[in-house]
């Protein structure tokens, strides 16, 4: 069983900071992509930044150099660094995996994740984030 467990969102004003915390107890014998998306009222849900089983972090371009995704393997914790942000910031914020995922995939689901494909099979029940101007 995969369980994804997401915590520190809330409220900021835009410039501020946040970080976003899930704890992930996943169990794979291969690859895996782990990483975090957003979804605005109105909006697809997307990817913002991933990891592989590597460590390879990838992140997409409204994002990148503002927000850094890591991880404690010790603690079986995956986070996500927000600086900057913006009000265009402001969703539900998931934390999910790809169980299966080979390295090279991974990128693809921060870059280019728009709501469906690949193989997203373990989500949390998210985070909310508010950026007031």
């Known amino acids: 069983q995969v369980e994804l467990v997401e915590s520190g969102g809330g409220s900021v004003q835009s410039g501020g900071s946040l970080n976003l915390s899930c704890v992930a107890s996943l169990r794979t014998r291969g690859g895996y992509c782990i990483g975090w998306f957003r979804q605005a009222p109105g909006k697809e849900r997307e990817g913002v930044a991933s990891?592989?089983?590597?460590?390879?972090?990838s992140y997409s371009d409204s994002v990148k150099s503002r927000f850094t995704i890591s991880r404690d393997n010790a603690k079986n914790t995956l986070y996500l660094q927000m600086n900057s942000v913006t009000p265009e910031d402001t969703a539900m914020y998931y934390c999910a995996a790809d169980l299966s995922a080979p390295p090279d995939t991974c990128a693809w689901y921060s870059e280019n994740y728009r709501g469906s494909g690949g193989n997203l099979n373990a989500w949390g029940q998210g985070t909310q984030v508010t950026v007031s101007s």
């Open positions: 990891m592989d089983i590597n460590g390879t972090p």
